[in-house]
């Protein structure tokens, strides 16, 4: 059993971070399993290399350890470009021009989640209609009409119409950065990851990554998405907002008390109370775990 914790470097961690951290930590020690760290820093104007540091540091402070770490993205483009490249050979793959304000246009339909469906606009463009474009396209991966279903191990069956719930996504960005969908299933694939317990806000990205992991001849992994924390308001706790980050929780809390205080919001407690998460580890049972998301009192 593999598992693995994958932040990004765009900021300290906060509540919400640590809240997932500890979960994927806790199934993988209770199964006496392997745990990967992987930095995914993708995006080189949010991302920063001491914020990197700070979150390695922070996490070790919480007695998250882990057994091995992966090659941080910025430095996998060649394991990225070659995947690319292999869809790109069976024509699976296509530039698209579309701007952001052709995007976002007020008649584009929209996902529950408000995300822009993708109407195809460029999926069709001949080569003279390609030729005559100045702009440098993003490439984006054809998806059939066609429901992927899987079975979260804690919100239970999911289902989506690749066309209908999401359309064509884009695995390139104009940039030549590669997309998350891409790397991420990459990497997960590159690492034999078994488990991957991530936010209850990447739920509706599993069925296209699903189908990449099926386009590319690899087994997927097994999914948990926890439950979000969100604050009072039903905001969610972010780290723009600096919503209760470990610079300010390292000044107030224990590690022992910071991981009762988790666990007592993720359900694996009744009360909180002073524990590391190795005597969590032996007693975890995701049957416990919480499915909806957990109002924490900013006061906290």
């Known amino acids: 059993m593999i ?12 509540l919400g971070n640590l809240f997932s951290a500890l979960l994927a930590w806790l199934s993988v020690r209770s199964q006496h399993g392997e745990m990967i760290l992987r930095i995914e820093d993708l995006d080189p104007d949010r991302c920063r290399r001491e914020y990197a540091e700070t979150l390695k540091e922070d996490l070790l402070w919480l007695g998250l350890d882990w057994d091995r770490e992966q090659l941080p993205q910025s430095r996998r483009t060649a394991a990225y470009e070659e995947v690319f490249e292999a869809l790109r050979a069976k024509e699976l793959v296509y530039p698209c021009y579309c701007t952001r304000a052709e995007l976002h246009a007020a008649s584009a339909p929209h996902a529950s989640d408000g995300q822009v469906i993708y109407a195809g606009t460029c999926r069709h463009l001949t080569d003279a209609q390609k030729q005559e474009k100045t702009k440098a396209p993003a490439w984006r991966l054809a998806v059939p009409d066609r429901e992927i279903s899987f079975r979260d191990g804690l919100q239970g069956l999911y289902t989506e119409n690749l066309l209908a719930d999401c359309g064509d996504f884009i695995v390139r960005r104009a940039d030549g950065v590669y997309a998350y969908q891409l790397a991420v299933v990459t990497d997960d694939a590159d690492g034999a990851v078994t488990q991957v317990v991530r936010g209850m806000d990447l739920l509706s990205s599993t069925p296209r990554q699903l189908y990449l ?23 969610r706790l972010s780290k723009r907002e600096k919503d209760l980050d470990m610079g300010a929780l390292r000044k107030t809390h224990t590690p022992e008390a910071l991981v009762g205080y988790l666990a007592c919001l993720a359900g694996l407690l009744e009360k909180p109370e002073a524990v590391s998460a190795k005597e969590l580890a032996q007693s975890f049972d995701w049957n416990k775990v919480r499915h909806d998301p957990v109002v924490v009192s900013m006061d906290n």
């Open 3 to 14: 598992g693995r914790f994958a932040p990004s470097p765009s900021g300290r961690m906060h």
């Open 213 to 235: 992991y099926e386009l590319m001849g690899k087994p997927a992994p097994e999914f948990y998405h926890v439950p979000l924390l969100v604050a009072s308001d039903g905001r």
